[in-house]
């Protein structure tokens, strides 16, 4: 697997702090509220995993599987929704939690999503972002770090599956995906 990795980008100890300063910037913006944390499986399994314990404020958990398409023929793209909340949220405080933001179609959809669901606000956690990829604008309020156009794994984010169970996040040597 290790083989695989053409270069370490974070080591466990720089995604720690990465994780720490996301959670006391929502311990200091939800002091006192209660949050519906909506884990987007499954890449952001891990990364949540570490952030809720991190989490001081009052936060209930649920999880939703989704994919976005259509990006051929509609401009804003169709969201799959394969496994859904149960939560209701209206009225309450959203934070979607995903482990890597890129053309941003999927977390834009799901956003519109909690919003015409009547949630009172809708935010997002993300603890990678490539925002030269981006194609919609959408608002990340929680970003771990940018990082440039390369493929990475581990901490949860995979390749055909693969890769979620390292402990860093590394890049993937071009010959294994191409
Ligand atoms: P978006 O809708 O294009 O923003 O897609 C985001 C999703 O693409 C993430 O949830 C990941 O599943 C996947 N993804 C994007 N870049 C990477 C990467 O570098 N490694 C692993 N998965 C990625
Ligand atoms: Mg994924």
Sequence with gaps: MHNDIK???FT??????????????????????EL?????????MIFAADLIR????????????????GS????SGVINIKKDIDTDIKGKNVLLIEDIIDSGNTLNLLKQEMQSRGAKTVKIASLLS????????????????????????GYGLDMDEKYR???????LKPEIYM
């Design 36 to 44: 519906i944390a909506v884990i987007i499986l499954k890449g952001s």
């Design 12 to 33: 466990k100890q720089e995604i720690d702090m990465m994780v720490h300063k996301i959670a006391s910037q929502i311990n200091e913006d939800f002091k006192g509220e």
């Design 130 to 153: 490539k925002p030269d990829r981006r194609v919609v604008d959408i608002e990340v309020e929680y970003i771990g770090t940018d990082i440039l156009d390369e493929f990475v794994v």
């Design 72 to 75: 051929g023929t509609t401009s």
């Design 54 to 69: 991190c989490l001081t404020v009052n936060v209930k958990l649920d999880f939703m599987q989704a994919s976005s398409y």
């Design 165 to 171: 169970q390292m402990d860093y996040i590394g890049i």
């Design 7 to 9: 270069e370490i980008l």
